[in-house]
């Protein structure tokens, strides 16, 4: 079955507009909040986010399953089908999961680390019960819904800014508050959406035979593989926030906190595509994922053209964060390698339900990933070490997985030289300087970016030709 463009435009619009929108808003609190709380402060709420990545993890693959089994389905297929039950039971099992989590952190932990791993606790419940509502929008295309709650979402979080820019005025903008801001609007978010999916949610016709036990197994796999995803992508982080200083924490979250700004608008695609990947044909899934990839790869290299140009604001809007803007040089290859990864690696392996040989690659890179990170953090003790390892991680992920992924198609085609060697001359290009000048730089890093891009376009053009006439 051919994904109709029409719908996938249509579709793709939406949420690339509300991901525009998220990154405006995203944007704004990327540089507003660290402008108002404390370095120390920043770094507090930075290790927050950070362990509150994990907590997707106690949902225990139930989420995952679901995706899997009812990807595709319509809205009145599944109005007959056992939403509303699983809701009510999600809610049970998360309930019960935060409550002996906050116990736990009341116990084992002091000071501000009790507050944070307290409020992750809550949050287990209130963010698993975000992640079901918004699987269930994006399994059933009701992509106009899951923008109205990306707008509201952008709402509520820059009315969270807002109030702690007033709080700041009476001198009491700390993380605590923040995060605390945080929690409110997760809270508030789940009325949006039961408010939103209320016909689903309390159907009279739903089904109360729950088959939890196939839901687990079918999902325990991605949920591990997600986790791992989730290491492999925090590794870096984990060395800096344990063996480096709580500023130099601050800072390194700061820079990767301006790339994933970037990350965020780039893979919005990936919401979009599964439920239409999920209904391809081999043969159109080959054509589809191989050009998907070379297109991605062309936008997103472009956009590190624009990285001077942050970093000349960096210096003039945030100068305590100022030690950032080398490492955001550094690691901004890494927008590629990942942006493949969600939108299209992962997609594949879910689609073609390959899930465990994704979990054989992803330990592979775990592993990877730690040797690299423990040599910089350890042997180098060098911050701009551990970025290079995240970022040769990253391409080893994607390069072995599309290996794997080759080897499933009738034709093999080699799409990872391209990105591979435009981050070798996007490093030779900003770090060989001809003229100490960074717009000079960006101008010549776009002209062999467009002269590379052409060149390749080209040669992959003429040897399909080649392949067509052989």
């Known amino acids: 079955m051919v994904i109709k463009a029409r719908d996938v435009l249509k579709n793709f619009s939406s949420v690339f507009l509300t991901n ?36 997707g993890l106690f949902h225990f693959g139930l989420i995952d399953g679901i995706a899997v089994k009812y990807a595709g389905k319509t809205v009145v297929e599944l109005q007959k089908t056992i939403l509303g ?25 002091k000071g501000v680390y009790r507050f944070i791993f307290c409020i992750i606790a809550i949050d287990i419940l209130l963010h698993n019960i975000i992640s079901f509502y918004s699987t269930v929008l994006q399994i059933t295309s009701m992509f106009s819904k899951f923008s109205q709650i990306g707008f509201y979402s952008n709402l509520l979080r820059l009315i969270g800014v807002l109030v702690l820019y007033i709080l700041s005025k009476y001198n009491s903008a700390t993380s605590q508050e923040y995060i605390l801001i945080y929690l409110i609007s997760e809270f508030l978010q789940i009325i949006i959406y039961v408010f939103l999916l209320r016909g689903l949610l309390f159907n009279k016709t739903s089904n109360n035979n729950v088959n939890l036990s196939e839901l687990f197994k079918l999902g325990t796999p991605l949920l591990i593989s997600g986790l791992i995803g989730t290491l492999i992508l925090n590794m870096d982080r984990q060395f800096v926030s344990i063996l480096f200083s709580k500023h130099e924490y601050a800072v390194y979250s700061f820079a990767y906190n301006i790339i994933n700004l970037l990350i965020t608008l780039i893979t919005s695609l990936s919401i979009v595509l599964y439920p239409s990947i999920k209904r391809l044909k081999e043969s159109e899934l080959e054509v589809f994922y191989n050009n998907g990839i070379i297109i991605m790869s062309i936008i997103s290299f472009g956009c590190l053209s624009l990285i001077p140009f942050v970093g000349k604001f960096i210096n003039w809007f945030l100068p305590q964060y100022t030690e950032s803007v080398i490492i955001i040089y550094l690691i901004t290859p890494i927008i590629t390698s990942l942006s493949i990864i969600q939108v299209f690696i992962i997609n594949f392996f879910k689609s073609v339900e390959k899930t465990m040989e994704y979990f054989k690659i992803s330990i592979f890179v775990l592993i990877i990933s730690f040797i690299g990170n423990l040599i910089a953090a350890r042997v180098l003790r060098s911050i701009n070490a551990i970025t290079i390892a995240s970022v040769i991680s990253s391409y080893i992920w ?73």
Do not use: W
């Open 85 to 109: 039950t699983l809701s009510k039971r999600l809610i049970q099992i998360e309930g019960l999961i935060s409550l002996l989590f906050l116990i736990l952190s009341f116990i084992i932990f």
């Open 20 to 55: 525009l929108l998220t990154l405006v808003v995203g944007f704004v609190t990327a540089i507003l909040v660290p402008k108002i709380l404390s370095v120390e402060d920043y770094g507090d709420y930075k290790v927050f986010t950070l362990y509150l990545s994990y907590i």
């Open 398 to 470: 994607m390069i072995v997985a599309n290996i794997y992924i080759q080897k499933c198609f009738s034709k093999k085609s080699n799409i990872y030289i391209y990105p591979t060697i435009m981050t070798l001359l996007y490093y030779l290009v900003y770090n060989i300087r001809i003229i100490n000048n960074e717009f000079f730089m960006a101008f010549l890093y776009f002209i062999v970016y467009s002269i590379f891009s052409v060149f390749f376009f080209i040669r992959n053009k003429r040897m399909k030709y080649d392949e067509a006439s052989s």
